[in-house]
């Protein structure tokens, strides 16, 4: 296990699966699924669902309403996210907590730095509903701010492509892939990775981000475990270190294999 505590980032988009709208079952079945066997590594588990296929604030203005209510809307969209990923969850015998930046007490625990922590430390998969509870505002940067409120190792963005590339691989068949790459390149190349006061978050508090396709089976696992999936950024765009029990297990293994090559 490399990350002792992860935020997984899902849009609330990637739930439709081929939809035009709302939530495809077999994908919220599918996220549940991966969420759970990630969790069997003995990794903490916290998610940020967005809420774009039910509702995004911008669109409150082509409806002619208000920002700010848009924005409300929205958030209250990724509390039905969320509530859906609880349910699927639970369905799967995975103890998770549901707790949302906008307080909907029979539905959901308001969002308590403290009591989050504790959720993770006893295994559960935490769940922030309504972003941070503030308009104007993105998952993304929800996101970013739980990660860093919770201390996570980093924030795993998963999307449908399955990392960041040069330009964008849907229009441009030259496209390709960075498997890493620093924070400042990615001001400098103005590639879109989140929105910026996502974005900003995390570099200016070191966490880093992996941009990785969700939708793979096992994409989220392998990652967990250590292997490079999708592209990685970071301050110096280099691998962050293992956690000590991490260190602690490659340094055996290495004392193990140099012992039998000796032997041998
Ligand atoms: N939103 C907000 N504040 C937040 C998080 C979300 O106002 O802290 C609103 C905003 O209108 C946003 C919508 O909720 O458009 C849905 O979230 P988002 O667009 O991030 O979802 P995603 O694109 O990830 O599906």
């Given at each position: 296990m490399k990350y002792k505590r992860i935020l997984l980032k899902l849009s609330g988009e990637a739930l439709m699966g081929a939809q035009q709208y709302g939530i495809d079952a077999e994908r919220l079945m599918q996220y549940a699924k991966e969420i759970k066997t990630a969790t069997e590594t003995g990794t903490q588990i916290a998610v940020v669902i967005g809420g774009g296929n039910i509702f995004r604030g911008v669109q409150a203005e082509a409806f002619g309403l208000d920002r700010v209510q848009g924005d409300y809307m929205g958030m209250l969209a990724t509390v039905i996210n969320s509530m859906a990923l609880q349910s699927a969850l639970e369905k799967l015998d995975v103890n998770t907590r549901l707790l949302s930046g906008v307080t909907i007490?029979?539905?959901?625990?308001?969002?308590?730095?403290?009591?989050?922590?504790?959720?993770?430390?006893?295994?559960?998969?935490?769940i922030f509903g309504a972003g941070i509870g503030s308009p104007y505002f993105t998952t993304d940067s929800a996101a970013s701010l739980r990660a860093i409120e919770m201390d996570a190792d980093v924030v795993l963005k998963g999307t449908r492509v399955d990392g960041i590339y040069t330009a964008d691989p849907e229009k441009d068949p030259t496209a390709t892939r960075y498997p890493q790459i620093t924070f400042d390149e990615v001001m400098e190349?103005?590639?879109?990775?989140?929105?910026?006061?996502?974005?900003?978050?995390?570099?200016?508090?070191?966490?880093?981000?992996?941009?990785?396709?969700?939708?793979?089976?096992?994409?989220?696992?392998?990652?967990?475990?250590?292997e490079t999936v999708g592209t990685l950024v970071t301050m110096n765009g280099t691998q962050p270190e293992a956690d000590e029990a991490t260190q602690e297990s490659n340094l055996q293994s290495t004392i193990e294999t140099t012992t039998s090559t000796e032997q041998a």
């Open positions: 007490q029979r539905v959901c625990e308001p969002y308590i730095r403290r009591r989050a922590l504790r959720h993770l430390e006893k295994g559960r998969v935490v190349k103005n590639l879109n990775v989140m929105d910026m006061t996502a974005f900003t978050l995390c570099k200016e508090n070191n966490l880093p981000i992996i941009v990785f396709d969700m939708n793979k089976t096992g994409n989220l696992q392998r990652l967990i475990d250590g």
